[in-house]
């Protein structure tokens, strides 16, 4: 009986272990979000908050031209810069709890949902800055 139970977790192993790693993703940052002309950095840094607080990000800093951020999602935590300049925006992991980040080989892994969510924040902003410079 005793084999058969080390069989059956084994087994498990096998097949449930490739899943939990194709959860896994290469850690990249998005590249730098353009900035429409004639937007000034007060009105960015609006954009930016009201992407963060749609999505449940909460500032956990801001300065000029940087904005700190948390998202707390169930037993998830991810925490990212943005930085801000003239011309560009651009989002730079921080640090995570529960997110699976790994370093293997010399490449970076977060958890997949992680880059979706950046994603969704790229896109919120976009739309959010050229709702502004539309008026």
């Excluded at 977790?9 to 979000?33: C, G, N, Q, Y």
């Excluded at 300065?63 to 999602?73: E, F, K, N, V, Y």
Aim: aromatic fraction near 8%.
């Amino acid at each position: 009986m005793r084999i058969i139970h080390l069989l059956f977790v084994v087994i498990s192993l096998a097949v449930f272990a490739p899943a939990a790693e194709a959860r896994k993703s290469p850690l990249v940052d998005p590249d730098p979000v353009a900035i429409p002309a004639g937007l000034d950095s007060g009105q960015v840094a609006k954009d930016i908050k009201r992407a963060l607080a749609g999505r449940g990000w909460a500032v956990t800093d801001e300065q000029p031209g940087r904005i700190d951020s948390t998202l707390h999602l169930r037993d998830h935590v991810a925490r990212i810069r943005i930085t801000y300049d003239d011309t560009h925006v651009r989002f730079a992991y921080i640090d995570s709890i529960n997110l699976d980040h790994k370093i293997k080989k010399g490449v970076t892994y977060i958890h997949s949902n992680y880059l979706s969510w950046i994603g969704f924040l790229v896109s919120d902003l976009s739309t959010n800055m050229q709702l502004s410079i539309e008026g």
